[in-house]
């Protein structure tokens, strides 16, 4: 008796977190696709942390946590996609995931940090084909936004990730050019959101803040100063990430 009740709250507890994990409206799936691009750079990023000796206990806890995340949202994505297109889109992201989850797990070198930014950058590039395959499956006008907002998570992890790669001494080719090109595209893509004919007053007040947060902190992303802060860049990108998740939590409202 005690062992089929045993097994009866197994049971339950599973199907629970089986049901939980289910996407129900395609708002919620271009969210949970559009994070996986985020989670990608944030992968890359806890990797040039821990290989650098920034906040190692944190950034190894996250990199554990988002690599399982991401393998669940891509299982959640898999049952939800509807066309081909979308599948056939999710399934070669998937190949592309398989090497990446591999590689990035591994202890950290500073030989294998510049094969982890090119591999982050062609699992991103995936990531995003899923994305448009969803957001063209929507009649809805809002349905670009939530994904505008998204990359600005990405943006927020990429901007941390290239600068520990410059306090870590990555020889990365494009490095000062790649940050000084997602700075620009994170500000002018904030702009785009703030104008957002679409925009709640809700969304409006979140975006006011984080404009008014990146004001402050922006001059913390100049690599080629003399004093870099990576603790502060760390902590920093989190926290933005943080805010422009809810953001496309609200904006997926409007899709929804």
């Known amino acids: 008796m005690r062992n089929t009740l045993k097994f009866c709250v197994v049971a339950l507890t599973m199907s629970a977190t089986l049901a939980n ?9 271009i969210n949970k696709a559009g994070m996986q691009r985020m989670y990608t750079m ?3 990023k806890n990797y040039m942390s821990i290989g650098a000796g920034i906040k190692v206990a944190e950034a190894t806890k996250e990199l554990e946590e988002v ?7 891509y299982n959640d994505l898999m049952l939800f996609a509807k066309t081909k297109d979308t ?5 070669f992201a998937g190949t592309i995931w398989n090497k990446y989850r591999e590689k990035v797990n591994e202890t950290p070198t500073i030989e294998n940090a510049n094969l982890i930014i090119t591999e982050a950058n062609y699992l991103i590039n995936a990531c995003n084909v899923v994305v448009d395959k969803l957001v063209a499956g929507s009649n809805s006008k809002a349905a670009n936004l939530p994904n505008l907002c998204g990359k ?9 990730m290239l600068y520990l790669a410059k306090f870590w001494m990555i020889s990365y080719p494009s490095l000062s050019k790649d940050m000084n090109e997602t700075l620009m595209t994170f500000e002018t893509s904030l702009v785009s959101l703030i104008n957002a004919p679409e925009n709640t007053e809700e969304i409006n007040t979140l975006l006011k803040l984080q404009q008014s947060e990146w004001n402050f902190t922006k001059k913390s992303f100049d690599i080629d100063s003399e004093k870099l802060s990576p603790t502060s860049v760390f902590s920093s990108t989190n926290l933005m990430t943080r805010n422009f998740d809810r953001g496309v939590a609200m904006y997926q409202k409007l899709v929804n």
Do not use: C, Y
């Open 21 to 29: 994990s289910q996407i129900t409206t395609l708002g919620e799936a």
């Open 42 to 44: 944030k992968m890359a």
């Open 67 to 73: 690599s399982s995340q991401f393998n669940e949202n």
């Open 87 to 91: 599948k056939d889109a999710l399934t």
């Open 152 to 160: 600005q998570r990405v943006l927020s992890q990429k901007l941390g």
